[in-house]
């Protein structure tokens, strides 16, 4: 069947913030980050964001984009991904807002990202409100920006940190096709015996089955009748992740490959 499984934090900053800077129309804010600074340094998909923040009035339609950065620590380039959001439905004082990505990007390890949030349209009056640390920030892989030409140029605050949580999970396997056989005992003939896939991309567990019948001739080698291959881009249409378990089932006795 399927289910939900958890994402990993990785970046975070979320202590100490003592003001807020105002996101409306062409003035977009964004916060750096640096993977493994804090959290594991390791090759991930963002699944999803979250910033503390609120709205004043009604800011209207937003979106949260992830770049990359520039040699000068800014954001550059375009969206890795992004998700939309309806600025009316936040909260109208600070609280921790999650904002999840519908295709997520690869992050890569001792590498530098923006979080980059910006309305379409508000002012003063409708806008989005960032809570942020200027007073005595110690997130070290990363810092407040400011643009105000919609992200035409950006300016970097090194003595300001936006409220943020990062999150993801490992990236591991991608399409292709994997090889695994079995070593721990020797093929019964004319036995129909079981194959099981669960697989993830990251949300969502699923299983597949499948069974043969083994024919009837001697089993010189162990693992032989066990041997197969799996392509894992027919069989999802979705890239699984390295959390990837198959197993062999004969009667109720079940092997790990």
Request: charge should be negative; hydrophobic fraction near 30%; aromatic fraction near 14%.
């Amino acid at each position: 069947g399927c289910g939900q499984i958890p994402s990993v934090l990785y970046e975070r900053y979320i202590t100490g913030d003592t003001s807020t800077m105002i996101s409306y129309g062409v003035q977009w804010h964004a916060q750096t980050f640096t993977v493994g600074n804090i959290g594991n340094n390791e090759d991930h998909k963002i699944t999803h964001v979250k910033l503390k923040l609120y709205k004043v009035g009604s800011p209207g339609a937003m979106t949260i984009g992830i770049r990359l950065t520039d040699g000068e620590g800014k954001p550059t380039g375009n969206d890795l991904c992004s998700v939309d959001h309806a600025g009316n439905s936040l909260p109208s004082s600070a609280a921790w807002v999650d904002f999840a990505f519908p295709s997520p990007a690869v992050l890569f390890a001792d590498t530098q990202y923006a979080i980059v949030l910006r309305t379409a349209s508000g002012d003063a009056g409708n806008a989005v409100r960032w809570r942020v640390d200027i007073t005595s920030p110690t997130y070290a892989g990363g810092t407040e920006c400011g643009s105000g030409d919609s992200g035409g140029s950006w300016d970097a605050y090194p003595g300001n940190d936006f409220m943020f949580e990062e999150y993801g999970y490992p990236v591991g396997m991608t399409d292709g096709t994997y090889h695994a056989y079995n070593t721990s005992w020797v093929d019964t003939n004319k036995t129909k015996y079981w194959i099981s896939f669960n697989v993830t991309d990251g949300i969502d567990w699923c299983n597949e089955t499948y069974h043969f019948t083994t024919i009837d001739a001697e089993t010189r080698n162990p693992y032989q009748i066990f041997d197969f291959y799996f392509d894992c881009a027919n069989e999802t249409t979705r890239q699984p992740t390295n959390i990837f378990d198959y197993y062999f089932n004969c009667s109720n006795k079940s092997v790990r490959a």
